[in-house]
């Protein structure tokens, strides 16, 4: 499962750095020091992000590929920054895409099991650029509400000064019960779903992360993938957290279909 990583997923080479000041929606990462996160592309254009798990396999959302048929639409980059289209950071990595799995119950409205894998064509190079997280070590083994966790991204963000950069925020963890009491998410969440937001301000939310992206918190100086970022209502809203698809609750969906393909 964790060929030539060994024990040490989720410890980035290059460590990620927080300003003091809180700038709203976000700041720029440090280059490199989220090197699990994957930029996906169909067509050649910028479609989801995505998150290395191993050196053949990137998790993202399955709303991202829902053309699971068709493959070769399909590339994956690792070790990018910058998504501006004139920039080819030397770190990249660009590769196919042989296989996707989406999980054979998700459903879309909303999105519910909200988790896809993609194969490689070939595995890539593990560097300080480029290195998987750790995955959730078992089911319901999820930090308690609270927990200050982080998102990353290319998405959408306004007053962060350069948009094409990955960007990376701070978000606090909302209970399951929070966050089906808010108005646009009553009724929606289910135990497949998990949500982290600045429940009370807004301010930072899913805009600058992507769908397929991650929800990552650190604990022993090692970044373990809780969420993946699947959908919300608005963006940055208060009482609007964002919607994470749970990767402890599926974790033998995951292991079953990485171990059989």
């Not at 050196?55 to 399909?74: F, G, K, M, N």
């Not at 099991?113 to 993609?118: G, I, N, P, T």
């Not at 998987?132 to 078992?138: I, M, R, T």
């Not at 998405?155 to 009491?181: E, F, I, Y």
Request: net charge negative; charged share 15%.
């Amino acid at each position: 499962m964790t060929a030539n990583v060994g024990s040490k997923c989720g410890v980035p080479a290059i460590q990620p750095t927080f300003p003091v000041a809180r700038i709203v929606g976000g700041n720029a990462a440090r280059p490199g020091s989220w090197p699990w996160q994957a930029y996906l592309l169909r067509y050649g254009s910028f479609h989801c992000g995505g998150n290395l798990i191993h050196p053949l396999w990137v998790l993202t959302a399955a709303h991202c590929v829902e053309d699971e048929q068709s493959p070769s639409e399909y590339n994956v980059i690792l070790g990018k920054y910058n998504k501006s289209a004139y920039i080819t950071d030397p770190t990249e990595q660009r590769l196919a895409v042989s296989q996707i799995i989406s999980h054979n119950e998700y459903s879309p409205y909303p999105a519910n099991k909200d988790l896809a894998l993609l194969k490689l064509a070939q595995p890539v190079t593990l560097n300080q650029y480029v290195w998987p997280v750790c995955l959730v070590s078992g089911p319901g083994d999820d930090p308690p509400e609270g927990t200050s966790c982080v998102i990353t991204g290319w998405g959408n963000t306004q007053g962060t000064g350069n948009d094409d950069v990955l960007k990376q925020a701070r978000v606090p963890l909302v209970s399951n019960d929070k966050c089906d009491n808010a108005p646009a998410l009553a009724g929606k969440i289910t135990e497949f779903m998990m949500c982290a937001g600045h429940y009370d301000s807004g301010g930072r939310d899913t805009c600058q992360g992507d769908s397929g992206g991650p929800l990552v918190c650190s604990a022993g100086g090692r970044w373990t993938l809780y969420g993946v970022t699947s959908w919300g209502e608005g963006c940055a809203q208060p009482t609007y957290p964002g919607v994470y698809a749970r990767v402890s609750s599926m974790l033998g969906w995951l292991h079953q279909t990485m171990d059989n393909n």
